[in-house]
């Protein structure tokens, strides 16, 4: 348990000082009571029953300052969610200048990978909150840069910040992205990514998360990415897939050299249809809304942090409350 005003705290160190006076001020009340009773026979009340709405009135004072406090425990909280995994490419070709971005007066060139953020921060804004949303980004090896989180603008943050650098993996991206969707980080040994050799993975269902892949299909490395997309196939993941550029393609100066870039739209259709995903070209910004309701939510027993203010405050009147009744039935006051 934590306190968000942990000086409120030190209020419990009266609590001694109140049992001190109180003691007092009981002895000083029963002296009066023995010579009242001495003299008029009026008999003396329990010395075990008078300290029972003391004590609970301390309690009651202990838990309302402890309440003062503001503790908070994390909980682990039942919630239905769903998750979406953005996964970016973010190699060198998606630097090319032959899409549109989409602006409120007037439509503009920039990159490829300008314009699968734009859709993504367009996707994320409008995502209902029982969705958690995850960002991957891929170029010559995957990362997850975003684990799944509802909070937006930690998604929004970690969109602004790729930038295209490196070659093309379409097989890191798929795996990045099925990492990214696992509740625990998933690991092969080695060798075990044979050529059509599909590693088993001891993971849940993957049936309440989707990924959705945006790239220009080129990839530049030997692995078949079709083996990963079959992978994601078997523990429930669906790839919906963006291409991202024309298919006539541009020019790219790199490095001092020009290099031609086209759109290919093959491997990510294929990658698509492995899993029953969708595949849809964008060369200006495409509306990823459909994602919304095709993601199935599931029960996931979640931590979360709860303020407690509220129970301590209601158990420190009950008992306070408590106190008062046991002293005026008994003694005819509080205390």
């Given amino acids: 348990m934590t306190f968000l005003w942990p000086l409120a705290l030190v209020g419990l160190a009266m609590l001694p000082l109140a049992v001190v006076a109180f003691v007092r001020f009981d002895r000083t009340r029963r002296a009066r009571r023995a010579a009242l009773g001495a ?5 003396t009340t329990s010395p075990r029953r008078r300290f029972v709405a003391p004590v609970v009135l301390l309690l009651a004072l202990a838990t309302l300052l402890v309440g003062i406090a503001r503790p908070s425990a994390e909980v682990d909280v039942p919630r239905f969610s769903g998750r979406v995994i953005l ?8 630097a090319a200048t032959d899409v549109e971005l989409g602006d409120a007066t007037d439509d503009k060139t920039g990159t490829r990978l ?13 995502a209902p909150d029982d969705l958690e949303i995850g960002v991957v980004s891929f170029s010559s090896a995957g990362l997850v840069t975003m684990r799944p989180t509802a909070v937006r ?7 602004d910040r790729l930038q295209p650098v490196g070659e093309t993996a379409l097989s890191q991206g798929l795996l990045a992205a099925i990492d990214a969707g696992a509740d625990a980080p998933i690991t092969f040994e080695p060798g075990a990514l044979e050529e059509g050799a599909l590693p088993p993975l001891d ?6 998360a989707v990924i959705v892949m945006m790239s220009d299909g080129e990839d530049t490395t030997e692995t078949d990415p079709l083996i990963f997309a079959e992978l994601a196939s078997t523990v429930g ?3 919906d897939t963006v291409g991202i550029g024309t298919v006539d393609g541009s020019v790219l100066e790199l490095d001092g050299f020009n290099l031609s870039t086209a759109l290919v739209e093959e491997p990510l259709q294929a990658i698509a249809a492995t899993t029953n995903g969708t595949y849809q070209r964008a060369e200006t910004p495409v509306d990823l809304t459909q994602v919304y309701d095709s993601v199935e939510r599931a029960l996931r027993i979640e931590p979360d942090e709860i303020e407690l203010t509220a129970l301590f405050a209601l158990a420190g009147l009950l008992l ?4 008062a009744s046991v002293g005026i039935v008994r003694e005819g006051r509080i205390l």
Avoid at 39 to 43: C, D, E, I, M, R
Avoid at 88 to 94: K, L, Q, R
Avoid at 114 to 126: C, G, H, N, P, S
Avoid at 320 to 323: C, I, Q
């Fill in 87 to 94: 996964a970016f490419d973010t190699s060198a070709s998606m």
């Fill in 153 to 159: 603008n930690d998604v929004l943050a970690a969109i």
């Fill in 237 to 239: 993941l669906r790839v």
């Fill in 39 to 43: 003299s008029v026979g009026v008999a």
């Fill in 320 to 323: 306070a409350f408590v106190a």
């Fill in 114 to 126: 300008e314009l699968a953020k734009q859709t993504a921060r367009d996707f994320v804004i409008d």
């Fill in 203 to 208: 993971v849940d269902d993957f049936g309440s």
